[in-house]
């Protein structure tokens, strides 16, 4: 496993004065696997390990990270999520150990107005960091059902000393999405290459693929891969928090798939191919019964690039707009 010794410090120049806590050995850390913060927190309490979440509560300023990113750290120093760009996630780490060590809940200012002087954010901002230490098990299970449901995650904190609980979204002080997924069908290196690109990005992945060899590739890298069965599409896992995208060329076998997605809560629904091909499509799905309201739900050509010529060039166009619509959808920010 990959690890650097955590150390409270920016660029490891600048020491954070924690007296109480500077003689602790920290464990070193290293990346989880687990998709979301919130995922490697039940992940850790399953298995009994304690694990600390630091959420953004607040910017002052500009910040690479959004309010409400999170990152956790479990006792043995495995680490999911990251709070900036790479100038305060170690120094964040070893205050996380530190509230994990004591077991309790605080929040504390980085950047400008910090107490801590020594770390400064080169963009010139200010982060409240909300550090819990020890969630109550309560709300860890909370927060894994949710998870399993792929509902909303609504954390509140009465006080900057009480650890979160979950509220309604109303009353939230932080709602976290469930994490996106992505239901590609089709075939050829476009599905190979699109398919790797989204995994590799922490997209949860299904693809439908007739071809064997491309689903034992695509299962050998960790993919979600399927031959797809027309009577099982009406019934895919599609919920508001996916996005439904063809990689076709032969648009015949598009129908079937594209119709239980228009039909679908799905948040965004595209295909691949040229403004004639999508004429083409559009005409298909009308003489197949899709509603005029359905169609409008289809975009196509979908992809930011025009004229894309390799696969991975493809993959990229169509990842760019895929995120364009996550950001609307899931956090509510303009296109």
């Known amino acids: 496993m990959p690890s650097s010794k955590p150390q409270a410090n920016v660029c490891g120049t600048c020491p954070i004065d924690r007296p109480e806590t500077s003689m602790v050995a920290w464990p070193d850390t290293w990346r989880s696997p687990a998709p979301t913060p919130l995922h490697l927190l039940t992940a850790a309490h399953q298995r009994g390990e304690r694990c600390a979440l630091v959420t953004v509560l607040g910017i002052a300023g500009g910040a690479p990270r959004r309010r409400g990113a999170q990152l956790a750290v479990t006792e043995h120093g495995e680490v999911a999520g990251s709070l900036s760009g790479g100038c305060l996630d170690a120094a964040v780490i070893a205050e996380a150990h530190a509230a994990r060590a004591d077991g309790l809940s605080r929040r504390i200012r980085f950047g400008a107005d910090s107490p801590y002087v020594d770390v400064v954010l080169p963009c010139g901002s200010g982060l409240d960091l909300q550090f819990d230490g020890a969630l109550p098990i309560h709300t860890i299970d909370q927060i894994a059902a949710a998870l399993t ?187």
């Open 149 to 335: 449901a792929r509902t909303l995650v609504s954390l509140r904190w009465e006080s900057a000393t009480t650890p979160a609980t979950l509220s309604n979204p109303e009353d939230a002080d932080v709602v976290v999405p469930p994490s996106m997924r992505l239901l590609i069908a089709g075939a050829s290196e476009n599905l190979r290459a699109m398919a790797l690109l989204a995994a590799q990005a922490n997209i949860d992945v299904l693809a439908l693929t007739r071809d064997q060899g491309l689903r034992q590739a695509l299962a050998a890298a960790g993919i979600d891969a399927q031959e797809p069965v027309e009577s099982q599409w009406p019934v895919l896992p599609i919920d508001a928090w996916t996005a439904a995208l063809t990689l076709f060329h032969e648009h015949e076998q598009e129908v079937p798939f594209l119709r239980a997605a228009l039909a679908s809560p799905a948040f965004v629904v595209g295909a691949m191919g040229s403004v004639r091909a999508q004429t083409q499509r559009l005409d298909l799905l009308r003489a197949a019964g899709v509603d005029p309201t359905s169609l409008a739900r289809l975009r196509g050509p979908f992809g930011l690039l025009s004229r894309t010529r390799d696969p991975n060039e493809l993959a990229i166009s169509m990842l760019a707009e895929l995120w364009q619509h996550w950001r609307q959808f899931a956090f509510n920010e303009p296109e």
